[in-house]
Nanobody, 113 residues
């Protein structure tokens, strides 16, 4: 199993960024993948998940309405579209295969003026 994140970078407050997680080594279309965030000096916390069972997407309250998780099964890729970014969104973003110990290496997102 491999999960490879990409697309991180630096953006000003109020800006947007889309990060990607390309997966391999498992049946992507029947698996749920989540995005987590780890802010500097804090625990890793759950952000959003896209379930394969009912194509249901859900995000944590602090990012709901600003972040959108989506997936493209033809590309084995999950995306996280982040809009109206705030400085507190800064951190390393990881994708995770639901109910496993498989994580990506992370991609850094920095929101700063």
């Amino acid at each position: 199993v491999q999960l490879v994140e990409s697309g991180g970078g630096s953006v000003q407050p109020g800006g947007s960024l889309r990060i990607s997680c390309e997966a391999s080594g498992f049946t992507f279309s029947s698996s749920a993948v989540s995005w987590y965030r780890q802010a500097p000096g804090k625990e890793r916390e759950w952000g959003c998940r896209f379930s394969s069972i009912n194509n249901h997407a859900n995000c944590e309250n602090s990012v709901k309405g600003r972040f959108t998780i989506s997936r493209d099964n033809s590309k084995n890729t999950v995306y996280l579209q982040m809009d109206s970014l705030k400085p507190e969104d800064t951190g390393v973003y990881y994708c995770h295969l639901f109910q496993t110990d498989y994580w990506g290496q992370g991609t850094q997102v920095t929101v700063s003026s």
